[in-house]
């Protein structure tokens, strides 16, 4: 199993951006696809983005489409995610994910075997 840290959030105001930072350890990163996900209270996790093992296949939820960026950097065992012209309803706490049974990961929590302790992204108006 991989253990997630995450990183890089904090307070930002409408328009702004942040880069979440997720550290991976523990088994051979590149074994992994990569997710985002949030959450806020009240509400079910939700998909933001995903890349799959080598980082060559990403995905997107249409609320952040052009607006953010997944990456990863399988040497260092590090994902990341991009986010620019932030909006007060990207207010969340944001979740890295591994996924050992999807190549290109899923839109899914339940396709993710380890998760991360979660980051507060907050964006004020």
């Known amino acids: 199993q991989v253990h997630l840290a995450e990183s890089g959030g904090g307070l930002v105001q409408s328009g702004g951006s942040l880069r979440l930072s997720c550290a991976a350890s523990g088994r051979t990163f590149s074994g992994y696809a990569l997710g985002w996900f949030r959450q806020t209270p009240g509400k079910e996790r939700e998909f933001v983005a995903r890349?799959?093992?080598?980082?060559?296949?990403?995905y997107y939820a249409d609320s952040v489409k052009s607006r953010f960026t997944i990456s990863r950097d399988n040497a260092r065992s590090m994902a990341y995610l991009q986010m620019n012209s932030l909006k007060p309803e990207d207010t969340a706490v944001y979740y890295c994910?591994?996924?050992?049974?999807?190549?290109?990961?899923?839109?899914?929590?339940?396709?993710?075997?380890?998760w991360g302790q979660g980051t507060q992204v907050t964006v004020s108006s």
């Open positions: 994910a591994a996924s050992g049974d999807y190549y290109s990961g899923t839109n899914y929590p339940s396709g993710y075997n380890s």
């Open positions: 890349i799959a093992r080598s980082g060559e296949i990403t």
